[in-house]
């Protein structure tokens, strides 16, 4: 069974550019999470969708970060415009439920620099 | 809201040795407790979790434990091996809708061959 897939691995962008990650979760898994993770440190959780409802977003910082689950499946997150804090690995995770208690299903992640 | 500190941030053991992480945390309503191993270039991985009606949970060569009472849990990794070098990390999360599950900051575990 494939297990998370994310993409880019690696991206390289100038501040103030826009950019966008796209993970695809493990096949039947209906909650779907992108954290932050930055360096040293453990991964924070953005937003957590529940099919195609974001049901916690509570630390995505809107003014700049925008994400989309459609049709519940792929999901998308998008930053613009970058700033040069926002260099860090995007992970994207996925479980059968939102049951906190269930297992977390990691992608390798994307790597962001931002110059 | 939860937050959990771990202990130590780097830890480097002779092959064959014991090792142990130490994490806490602050919310006394919290009680799953998983941990995640995470390779080079990799996202982390489950391997081992423990809730708060047991004390302690072994599978091979880890143990976790728990003291809900002090709030403390704890990793225990025996035999280590090269491949068991990787960065670790506890966690803690209640059990509703609402609850997420918070990491720690993370111990980076060597180990010589």
């Known amino acids: 069974e494939a297990g998370v897939v994310q993409s880019p691995r690696y991206k390289i962008i100038e501040k103030k550019q826009p950019v966008a990650f796209w993970c695809n979760p493990i096949s039947g898994h209906n909650t779907l999470y992108w954290y932050l993770q930055n360096l040293g440190q453990g991964p924070e959780l953005l937003i957590r969708?529940?099919?195609?409802?974001?049901?916690?977003d509570s630390q995505l910082p809107k003014d700049r970060f925008s994400a989309e689950r459609l049709k519940g499946v792929d999901s998308t997150l998008k930053i613009q415009p970058a700033e040069l804090g926002d260099s860090a690995v995007y992970l994207c995770?996925?479980?059968?439920?939102?049951?906190?208690?269930?297992?977390?299903?990691f992608g390798p992640g994307t790597r962001l620099t931002v110059l | 809201g939860e937050n959990v500190e771990q202990h130590p941030s780097t830890l480097s053991v002779q092959e064959g040795d014991s090792a142990v992480i130490k994490c806490t945390y602050s919310?006394?309503?919290?009680?799953?407790f998983p941990w995640y191993k995470q390779e080079l270039g990799k996202g982390p991985q489950l391997i081992i979790d423990?809730?708060?009606?047991?004390g302690e949970k072994k599978d091979q060569r880890i143990a976790v434990t728990l003291n809900k009472t002090a709030k403390h849990f704890s990793l225990h990794i025996t035999e280590t091996q090269p491949e068991d070098s990787a960065v670790y990390f506890c966690a803690a999360s209640g059990e509703t809708s609402y609850d997420k599950v918070i990491f720690g900051p993370g111990t980076s575990l060597s180990v010589i061959p």
């Open positions: 995770a996925s479980s059968v439920s939102w049951d906190a208690n269930n297992e977390q299903f």
């Open positions: 423990i809730r708060s009606n047991v």
């Open positions: 969708y529940e099919n195609e409802e974001a049901v916690d």
């Open positions: 919310d006394s309503a919290s009680n799953y």
